[in-house]
């Protein structure tokens, strides 16, 4: 009685850490931190569905979030238009980085996706960044 399996995640392998025999779920990761769309996630093309087990589901939801911040950050530094140049967006993305980083040092996740350090050090750029250039 596996058969049912089959249907529900063709790959049978997490597509984060790879594990097998684990309950597996397809993401979609739907609009990014900032509300915009993932173009590759509209049903046309999402050509090449990810899927993943239940720690790497929740892993790959804070990936997506700290790509978008980090992404935007440097938009930010190099004074280009970013969405971090609204205040309120701005303060979401300190909060949500050090969301991340406390969910990357608890136990309850062992990365596979993110870089805690990588994530810590762009928690403090974007602190010092609001301290000293405040618009
Ligand atoms: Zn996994």
């Known amino acids: 009685m596996t058969e049912a399996n089959a249907t529900a995640a063709p790959a049978g392998k997490c597509?984060?850490?790879?594990a097998t025999d684990v309950p597996l779920m397809k993401i979609s990761l739907g609009r990014d931190f900032f509300g915009r769309v993932y173009d590759r996630l509209s049903p046309s093309a999402d050509l090449s569905p990810k899927w993943y087990c239940d720690r790497c589901s929740v892993e790959k939801n804070l990936q997506r979030d700290f790509r978008d911040i980090k992404g935007e950050f440097e938009k930010l530094t190099k004074?280009?238009?970013?969405?971090?140049?609204?205040?309120?967006q701005f303060?979401?993305?300190k909060l949500r980085l050090k969301e991340i980083?406390?969910?990357l040092a608890a136990d309850a996740l062992k990365p596979t996706l993110l870089k805690p350090e990588e994530?810590?050090?762009?928690?403090?750029?974007?602190?010092?960044?609001?301290?000293g250039a405040s618009a």
């Open 101 to 103: 980083a406390a969910l």
């Open 15 to 18: 597509d984060g850490c790879g």
């Open 119 to 131: 994530v810590v050090a762009l928690a403090r750029a974007v602190e010092s960044h609001r301290a």
């Open 79 to 88: 004074g280009t238009a970013s969405a971090l140049g609204q205040a309120d």
């Open 91 to 93: 303060e979401r993305a």
